[in-house]
């Protein structure tokens, strides 16, 4: 994270205290260049990515690269909302399951912290835990 947080420093998150999974995510795509959020304005967005989750499912619905469930692909984002507000968390489908699970990775994560837990992992997760899907068409 501190090597990440000099690539970007405080052109998207504010400390080390900042709920950094949509940072995470925001970096691995700005590295294969295809910035998240491209052309989005709102809370989070930079040039290089967007560090909100709410912002990045908002730009990927108004774009068209949104979709709520079925057939998740590797790369696609998974968004998910465990508390019925806004979006909570981010990771990216690295494998489906023939049963509809998934293998995401994920930063900002740990067993027994679904969001905030300061670990990039793997994640088994199922559509149960899933908002929606982004697959980043532009």
Known sequence: ?????????????SSD???WCAIFVSWCFARAGHPIARGAHGPGVSAKGCAYVPTIA??????????DTGDAAPGDLAIYNWDGGEPDHIGIVESVNDSGSFTAIEGNTALGND?????????????????GFGRLTR
């Open 1 to 13: 994270y501190e090597i990440y947080q000099c690539d970007w420093s405080s052109d998207v998150c």
């Open 58 to 67: 908002a730009w990927l619905k108004a774009t068209g690269q949104w979709f």
């Open 115 to 131: 969001k905030n837990g300061g670990s990039v992992m793997r994640r088994e997760r199922t559509l149960d835990d899933v908002e």
């Open 17 to 19: 205290l900042e709920p």
